[in-house]
């Protein structure tokens, strides 16, 4: 009754207030001195990856009731995938906001987050971070396996692929209609090691998940089980008074980027976890994500980059076996929202040898090196990524002449004109689509292969630009170039005809155009002019973004003390907009 009061002037008015309009719950006073655990449900019909959410939602409260607390379920704003204008990465600031704000304004003391698909887990995790009360996270789960004619369907890795074999000609309209109605069968997230998985494998492993919380499907019993088990363990960390900036150390996210490796997982797992450590003040940056790179092996061999799906891996052992094999990696000692570290939570748990293809031993990994790296080079001077066992081979090191579209509309409008300047040495660059200057840096990094190229038999080609692609996507595709081109980097003064060299082994990314013609780009370079948005949100995101290799949070959401710091890095891009 006296945490978060609502200003009356009068505390003692406030909370007389309070208390009447909390006996609508049938609630009384004893129960306010009980801990109060806030539910933060995202349940939504539009959000199909978490409109199975309400069962586990009781089984929460469930959890919080036979532990000794009050639970208090609230809603914030819930975004799906598919079902979001532009993307969703454009309000994933926006859910961090309604999560942080209103664990702080609410007179809780606790909360559990019900996260699941791809930007509300890093939301809700950043909005937990700055409010530092207790936190756990809880997802939906992801969905079970899919099937078509024996062969294993993943959402949406196969989604893009039999789209990109209909497109070549190889799938008629009548299969592809099957393998529609079989591409995400049940409830729950993308069940591919795509951006939802990554994310829930990366909390388990900073010790904000209780273990199995990333790999138990949506379907299984066993999620019941741990969302009142996620209920039970709120309570207790309110009365131990522990918060996430106990739980997310810098320690923790060195283990976060190792799982993130280990598991071949999202490259747009790079952007959240830099942006979650940095509301905590944390300076992690891409030089972290290549250190680990090199030295963490690929073990989980899920797909896209390796053959199996989060069904597979929980019969294998989750995450949690995962983290056990990577032992002797990781910062064992961190705390967890177990209340444990991380090194108790892991000490019963078995690796089952029949599954060993799926999680294979530490000493004989299925790739030396971790599943992201980062290039750098005139071309990307604050890097870039790629997903080099999710790409050709024969493609980490090319060396072709640059096909330019200069925003998604001219991308749209010319990729697939027959009179289009193209061979499969080329490489595919596309502008304006970063955090500014799409805005939101939409998922169109994989840019579709060209339909007279698909026709010859063309699957791979290299591509570049400044966008993101989803988890679940594949291909020789460099993303999160930065600075963006909107905002006057190098990626912008791309020309058509450039030389672009790419090595992945030495971690270069270069324009192959003399420094002397790149500055007189630069001098005739203007920053375009942008009439998509003329009010609200986006005018706010397109003013306050920050670039891919700092998290793409906002600059006034960080601690005061980096504000400024990166204000003075930052280009403004207020003189871009209308
Ligand atoms: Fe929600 Fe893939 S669409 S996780």
New binding site residues.
Partial sequence: MTKSQTSYGDAGFSQFIRMAFSRHLGHDREDYEKPVIGICNTFSEINR?HSHVKPMVEAIKRGVILEGGTPLEFPTISV???FTSPTTMLYRNLVAMDTEEMITAQPIDGTVMIG???KMAPAQLMGAASADKPAILFTGGPMNNGEYKGKTLG??SDCRFFWQEYKAGTVDEEELNAINERLAPTAG??MVM???STIAACAEAMGMMLPGGAATPATENERLRLAQETGRAIVRLVKAGIRPSDIMTRESFDNAIKILMAVGGSTNAVIHLIAIARRLGIDLSLNDFEKHSRTTPFLANMRPAGKYQMQDLYYAGGISAVLKELSPLLHMEELTVTGKTLRENLADVQMDQEYRDIIRPLEKPLHKEGGIAVLKGNLAPDGAIIKPKAATKDLLQHKGKAVVFTSLKDMKERLNDPDLDVTPDSVLVLQNAGPVGAPGMPEAGMIPIPEKLLKQGVRDMVRLSDCRMSGTAFGTVLLHVAPEAAIGGPIGLIQDGDWIELDVESRKLELLVSEEELELRRTNWKPPHFDDYTRGYPILYRQHVLQADKGCDFDFLLPKADQEKDRKETVAASGATT
């Fill in positions: 990856c799906g995938e598919m699941g698909c791809d959402a949406c997230h993308c795509g951006s939802a």
